[in-house]
């Protein structure tokens, strides 16, 4: 209610006409209800974490709502599936960006989000919206889902496949707790039956040319890659399950056929399956903290892939900042250069590796000065390097004499060599290493601590994303869709912020407790 009185309605009905928009409608047909009004509604339903039910429900019964909603207080509500159609069209074509772009419009317009402020990113793990299986659970719901998925238009294909225990195994979902718990039962064996019913089913659409069209459909083609994922065709014809270690790698194994882009990674003692939410918000002084960027990534993917995307869009919005605080996940030799070329400062942790002795306490590229124009770099020592030599990525290699490193009285500290090899450095491009090392160089300061410290409220800002509309839990499958909860709540939270700053109350002072009131009283308070 505060931010319709201050600032009028968010969103109008011509947003949803043109741009990633265009086509959202159809021009004929039964006129639907206004995006508008269902984009408030949606956000509203965030903001409190409702069901669609609840928040149709809430519509018709909170007078808050009418009043936000500009509705008359005798509205009656509407069918609140009209809110999942309403998200579906969303889910497509970045949208869903779109919607966190005019938000940000109508509130810079407003003076309340700026170009060249401070920002500060980070990210958190979302869970996916499905049962997190193993090895075995994930290979026969796989193969559940699609027996359920041709069986439910052509179920006489089905039916010659099936033989005694197929009820068992997949008549309903897949358990190896249940499974495992008969006698004589044992994993291996149940494997080696659940790669065989697969392949089965597999052989049998082959073999049909009328069944081709099944190849087509998406839990189809699930355990078709998942199969090839996790057996191994003997030459005798026969499965073969696979090792442990000779899995893809965890960025392309497929965990649940209801989900094929959630993925299982881990962060620390965390463990999840799911993906990654990237919140970047406004951190002015004497402006509200506003959610200016959401990305969404794969569960696996590391932080720095995320800081190009996010500048990008944030360029693209114009609210380009001026100063970019990140953790160490984020920043490397080349998002450092490519943001200053940008005009962004990115401040963030800069660690420089130094090799395959990272970690002897030797010492690093830093402890080097490269000599561009000469085409040289000189050690802690002294010493100048003998060979210059790049490689197709760019990146240089400066290599120093055996006479000058087997006699150096610091030898010990720069390489732990025992068959006398001497030093070489490999460092990125000029352009690269000289941001990396002014970055690396500016993170020792008072001034630059006293900046970064700003960096730790991002994580305030996810635990009310997560206290609130639910982050950290997905309600929907697939990436697009998880993206679209990830933006949407975002927006819920910069209601919310927007809310308490265009509150004139202030809260009130805690009461303090009698024997503090009796300290003070009588002069007994500590200084």
Request: glycine share 8%; hydrophobic share 40%; charged share 25%.
């Amino acid at each position: 209610m505060r931010v319709r009185d201050a600032l009028g309605p968010l969103f109008a009905d011509e947003d949803f006409v043109s741009g990633e928009f265009e086509g959202m409608y159809s021009s004929l047909g039964q006129p639907g209800l206004s995006p508008a009004f269902l984009l408030v509604v949606t956000l509203l339903q965030f903001r409190h974490n409702l069901a669609d039910r609840e928040a149709a429900q809430a519509v018709a019964d909170r007078i808050s709502w009418k009043y936000a909603l500009s509705l008359d207080l005798d509205y009656a509500g509407f069918d609140f599936s009209v809110l999942s159609e309403f998200r579906s069209r969303l889910a497509r074509e970045g949208r869903a960006d779109r919607l966190l772009s005019l938000m940000l419009q109508r509130l810079a317009a407003a003076g309340l989000v700026k170009a060249g402020g401070r920002q500060r990113t980070d990210s958190t793990h979302v869970i996916a919206c499905v049962r997190r299986l193993n090895r075995i659970e994930t290979l026969g719901e796989g193969l559940r889902a699609a027996v359920e998925e041709i069986a439910r238009t052509s179920p006489g294909f089905i039916l010659p496949l099936l033989r005694p225990g197929w009820d068992e195994r997949y008549g309903r979902k897949v358990e190896t707790t249940r499974l495992l718990r008969r006698k004589n039962a044992s994993a291996d064996k149940l494997v080696e039956q659940i790669g065989a019913d697969g392949q089965s089913l597999l052989d049998a659409i082959d073999a049909d040319p009328t069944a081709a069209w099944m190849n087509q459909l998406p839990q189809v083609t699930f355990v078709r890659t998942l199969w090839d994922q996790h057996f191994q065709r003997t030459a005798t014809g026969r499965l073969r399950y696979k090792d442990i270690n000779e899995l893809p790698p965890a960025s392309q194994r497929l965990h649940s056929p209801y989900d094929p882009d959630a993925r299982y990674s881990t962060k620390g003692d965390t463990q999840w399956v799911g993906s990654k939410a990237h919140l970047s918000e406004s951190c002015d002084q004497d402006l509200p903290h506003l959610i200016t960027d959401v990305h969404t990534t794969g569960a696996t993917d590391p932080d720095v892939t995320a800081t190009t995307a996010i500048q990008d869009r944030l360029i693209a919005r114009d609210l380009a900042p001026g100063e970019h605080l990140m953790d160490a996940g984020y920043p490397s030799a080349q998002t450092i250069a490519a943001s200053a070329q940008r005009g962004i400062t990115l401040i963030a942790p800069v660690i420089v590796n130094t090799g395959r002795n990272a970690r002897a306490g030797t010492f690093t590229p830093a402890d080097f000065t490269v000599e561009w124009d000469t085409g040289t770099a000189r050690c802690p020592a002294g010493a100048l390097s003998r060979s210059i030599n790049r490689n197709d990525t760019g990146m240089t290699r400066f290599a120093f004499s055996r006479k000058d490193c087997l006699p150096c009285p610091v030898r010990d500290r720069c390489t732990r060599s025992k068959n006398g090899a001497a030093r070489y450095i490999v460092v990125p491009p000029r352009p690269v290493h000289e941001a990396r090392m002014r970055a690396q160089q500016a993170q020792g300061t008072d001034e630059w601590l006293a900046t970064y410290n700003a960096r730790a409220g991002i994580e305030g800002t996810i635990s009310q994303a997560v206290r609130g509309p639910g982050l950290r839990r997905s309600r929907y499958r697939g990436l697009p869709k998880v993206h679209l909860h990830n933006v949407l709540t975002g927006m819920a939270l910069n209601l919310t912020r927007l809310g308490a700053y265009f509150n004139p109350s202030t809260n009130p002072a805690a009461r303090p407790s009698r024997i503090r009131e009796l300290c003070t009283t009588h002069g007994l308070v500590a200084a």
